[in-house]
Structures are given as structure tokens and as C-alpha cells.
Nanobody, 119 residues
Framework: QVQLVESGGGLVQAGGSLRLSCAAS????????MGWYRQAPGKQRELVAG???????NYADSVKGRFAISRDNAKDTVYLQMNSLKPEDTAVYYC?????????????WGQGTQVTVSS
């Protein structure tokens, strides 16, 4: 199993920046992909950004050019740097890992961290 603990959320004005952190523990070697999702009130949870064990990244169109996902393998931590924040980025942000759990791939989630962007 993989345990995930997020930090770094908060309240920021539009145009500002925040950096989210996700510290992973447990069966780290089984992790294939780590990512950030977000869920705004009344909306479905959506993928924001992902990074593979080899460093490949992908982003939602709505955050391309503003957000950057990275990982520090020595610290087993994934970061989401969020710049030029907009009110529509307001949501609970969840860290996710997809880990090899033979014969399947399992999803693990953090507890979520609130990001609020004021206009």
C-alpha cells in the first residue's frame, strides 16, 4: 500500500502562486504514476497533472503553461507548482498514486488540501 500526505494549500489572490507537496510512503517501488486531481463544489474530480516514474508529464489543458508537476525521488515527494492562479482553480486538490498491486493497478489518494483563489 501507498500512503500520501498533502500540504501547501491555502488562500491566495488571483495571479498568485502556491506550491503543493505530496509525501509518499509505503510501497514506493510499486508506484507507476503520481498525479494531482482536483474537485470543485458540484463538479467531478478531474486530473490536473501527472508524472510517471520515468519523469514524463501530462497536464489538463486548463492548466498548461501555468502549473508544473515535479518529483524528488530522494524525498519520495511530488510537487505541484501553481502560478497565475485563477478563481476557477479553486478546489480541493488530491494527490494520487497508481501502484502496481498484482494482478491489478491500485489507486491511492491523499486526504486533500483546499486551494482557494480570490478574485
Amino acid at each position: 500500500q501507498v500512503q500520501l500526505v498533502e500540504s501547501g494549500g491555502g488562500l491566495v489572490q488571483a495571479g498568485g502562486s502556491l506550491r503543493l507537496s505530496c509525501a509518499a510512503s509505503g510501497s514506493i517501488d510499486s508506484v507507476l504514476v503520481m498525479g494531482w486531481y482536483r474537485q470543485a463544489p458540484g463538479k467531478q474530480r478531474e486530473l490536473v497533472a501527472g508524472i510517471t516514474s520515468t519523469g514524463q508529464t501530462n497536464y489538463a489543458d486548463s492548466v498548461k503553461g501555468r502549473f508544473a508537476i515535479s518529483r524528488d525521488n530522494a524525498k519520495d515527494t511530488v510537487y505541484l507548482q501553481m502560478n497565475s492562479l485563477k478563481p476557477e482553480d479553486t478546489a480541493v486538490y488530491y494527490c494520487n498514486s497508481k501502484a502496481l498491486d498484482p494482478p491489478r493497478i491500485s489507486d491511492y489518494w491523499g486526504q486533500g488540501t483546499q486551494v482557494t483563489v480570490s478574485s
